[in-house]
């Protein structure tokens, strides 16, 4: 078949490769257009677009896929199908229909859990067991297509989203590889999702990556596991933000306030709402990362200190 691919971050990259190396012939790649990044705000190309430039293979960047010019460079395609991974725009029902068998987008959950753009930091945070990924319809409502099929993946307790978004795109991108090729062959049908087990998972800003102290160890753990490496586990210390790396839960024998540092021979530990948890690495404001033991014979806590103070500045 014919493809559009629509993608942009760099788990998509890993979809494309695999749809390069296919019976299927990609002639396009939609991804957005490029955008300032890193300390330089240099314009840079998507790592999409990046690849698609060394498969020397036309890149299409609209501002909206909405725009007229867009839609009209999708009718002169004319592609079979257009299969998407994380492009990170909505397609509007004017698209919808041009590809002959429509858009099919890879999802990193298993439907209809965690529809939106953070499924796999949502199922981290959730404390689940087992998520996967799933390939559907595109249609109009946000991820509530009839699925074509799905990959599972168990969820390691030191998982981060990072570590288990890395083992999705490549089980994804066989998955997606799978359904394109049933489609083509007319072997594949998709099924509506069950109307129960419905979950959102909204994206993750800045501020809602920020620790609550109050909560059990536990759950300080699968909150920081499930934000890192994007956008970051963080707290304050003294007025200024000190990013952090996963954290280990310890027992709830410790009595430790929320948000009280004590370093000893065991590690930098912080009490939570439940037990506590040891620092393993933190990044202070405009340093590196570094052994939280380190950061802590520099800051040298005074007793009773604690982490998550008003930022103000």
């Not at 725009?67 to 999708?74: M, R, S």
């Not at 009718?75 to 990170?88: F, H, N, Q, T």
């Not at 996967?132 to 991820?143: I, K, R, V």
């Not at 912080?270 to 380190?294: N, Y």
Request: charged share 20%; aromatic share 4%; hydrophobic share 45%.
């Amino acid at each position: 078949m014919r493809l559009l691919f629509a993608g942009t971050p760099a788990p998509a990259v890993v979809s494309l490769e695999a749809l390069l190396g296919s019976r299927h012939e990609v002639v396009a790649v939609l991804t957005r257009p490029d955008a300032p990044s890193g300390r330089g705000r240099r314009t840079s190309r998507s790592p999409v677009a990046e690849r698609a430039d060394a498969a020397g293979v036309p890149v299409l960047q609209p501002r909206s896929p909405r725009e007229p010019e867009f839609l009209d460079a999708l009718r002169d395609l004319a592609v079979d199908c257009a299969p998407v991974v994380a492009y990170g725009a909505l397609v509007p029902p004017a698209a919808l229909d041009l590809p002959r068998h429509g858009w099919v987008n890879l999802h990193f959950s298993l439907l209809p859990a965690w529809r939106g753009a953070a499924p796999v930091q949502h199922a981290v945070m959730a404390g689940d067991e087992v998520t996967g990924a799933a390939t559907f319809q595109l249609e109009a409502g946000l991820d509530t297509g009839p699925v074509f099929g799905v990959v599972t993946e168990p969820i390691g307790p030191r998982d981060t989203a990072g570590d288990l978004l890395q083992r999705l795109a490549v089980s994804g991108a066989g998955l997606l590889v799978a359904t394109l090729d049933g489609i083509a062959d007319g072997t594949l049908r998709a099924e509506p999702q069950p109307a129960e087990g419905i979950s959102l998972a909204p994206r993750i800003e800045t501020a809602d990556a920020q620790v609550d102290w109050t909560l059990p160890a536990h759950v300080v753990d699968r909150r920081v596991r499930g934000v890192t490496p994007a956008p970051g586990a963080w707290t304050t210390w003294r007025g200024t933000r000190l990013r952090l790396a996963p954290v280990e839960p310890l027992g709830s024998s410790l009595a430790l306030q929320p948000g009280e540092v004590s370093p000893g021979p065991t590690g930098v530990l912080v009490g939570t709402g439940r037990g506590a948890v040891r620092l393993t690495e933190v990044q202070p404001a405009g340093k590196k990362m570094l052994p939280a033991a380190d950061w802590a014979r520099g800051a040298r806590p005074a007793p009773g200190e604690r982490l998550g103070e008003q930022v103000t500045a």
